[in-house]
């Protein structure tokens, strides 16, 4: 238990679906991350979040649309995703957004058929 | 930008032997470099870290060394047991940057055989 938590653990949606994906976290940080791992590739970081604001988004499609209510909590809203889209979903979070030690969730494995 | 790269992307050993897992990074402003593992059906757990103002960390079987000349560092583990066995990322960024943009490598998926 990292203190990180991730719904649903896995998903398999459809091309014209929309779903969300959720993170907690219970660590008290101010910054939070969405990545994407990809079988046989490294982990690519996706939206980076300081205190509910988007500081960076890593020419990821608009089809990915993050959220952060707060700093405890992080969506990524996904809708018209492509088969290749599948993948493992990580959220992270560190205590400030300059500080890199970060510590992630256990992921939503995201299936798109 | 910044580019890691992890060597072996497999790594078989025999129960008790060591294990060494090696990266590379081309940004000689990186200054933080941690080090994941990832277990079947988990989230990347951090295991270890340094910081580019020392060379070598140590923690129980776990030691990582740092060469800042050569952008190379490298993840040691001792006495391996089953239980070592998983995927295992290095990791570089720049702490103190606008944002904390870790650059992870590839990936090595250790084997520790009984």
């Known amino acids: 238990e990292t203190g990180v938590t991730q719904t649903p653990r896995h998903l398999v949606m459809g ?20 990545y994407k ?9 996706m939206f980076v979040y300081s ?32 088969p290749e889209d599948s993948a493992l979903y990580l959220c992270a979070s560190s205590r400030e957004v ?8 256990q992921g939503t494995r995201l299936t798109v058929v | 930008g910044e580019n890691v790269e992890q060597h072996p992307s497999t790594l078989s050993v025999q129960e008790g032997d060591s294990a060494v897992i090696k990266c590379t990074y081309s940004d000689s402003a990186s ?3 941690p080090w994941y593992k990832q277990e079947l059906g988990k989230g990347p757990q951090l295991i270890i870290d340094i910081r580019s103002n020392v060379g070598e960390k ?12 050569a952008k190379h ?8 047991q089953p239980e070592d066995s998983a995927v295992y990322f290095c990791a570089a960024s720049m702490e ?5 943009k870790l650059i992870f490598g590839t990936g090595t998926l250790l084997a520790v055989q009984p």
């Open chain 1, 51 to 82: 205190l509910e604001e988007r500081v960076e988004n890593n020419s990821v499609p608009s089809r990915f649309s993050p959220e952060c209510p707060n700093s405890s909590h992080l969506f990524l809203h996904l809708h018209t995703l492509q």
């Open chain 2, 73 to 80: 560092f490298s993840l040691h583990i001792t006495e391996t």
């Open chain 1, 15 to 34: 091309m014209t679906n929309k779903k969300s994906l959720k993170c907690e976290q219970h660590l008290g940080h101010n910054a939070m991350y969405w």
């Open chain 2, 96 to 100: 103190g940057g606008a944002t904390n």
């Open chain 1, 37 to 45: 791992q990809s079988a046989k590739k490294p982990l690519e970081l």
């Open chain 2, 58 to 69: 140590k923690d129980q079987r776990i030691a990582v060394t740092l060469n800042k000349t």
């Open chain 2, 31 to 33: 200054n933080y470099f």
């Open chain 1, 98 to 105: 300059d500080r890199s030690e970060a510590f992630f969730g």
